[in-house]
């Protein structure tokens, strides 16, 4: 299946903004965020397909990951 990943932030820093991933059927956030090497602590925030999600969603075909560190500001 393919999955649209999008990073934000600092989680960009020596990757990449977004990228098309090819990945097993049911996959999760968790594994995604392993497979890139970010530490999961670093991951404050999941958006697929414009929804909040945890880092045990599974995946499906087509579908688009946000992933945003923790944001300051005010």
């Given at each position: 299946m393919h999955v649209t990943v999008k990073l934000f932030a600092s989680l960009?820093?020596?990757?990449?903004?977004?990228?098309?991933?090819?990945?097993?059927?049911?996959?999760?956030?968790?594994?995604?965020?392993?497979?890139?090497?970010?530490?999961l602590n670093e991951v404050t925030l999941i958006l697929v397909d414009h929804r909040h999600?945890?880092?045990d969603f599974e995946l499906s075909d087509g579908q688009t990951c946000a992933l945003f560190p923790p944001v300051g500001g005010g």
């Open positions: 960009r820093t020596g990757r990449f903004e977004a990228r098309t991933m090819e990945l097993n059927p049911g996959t999760s956030v968790r594994t995604v965020v392993e497979t890139l090497g970010i530490p999600r945890d880092l």
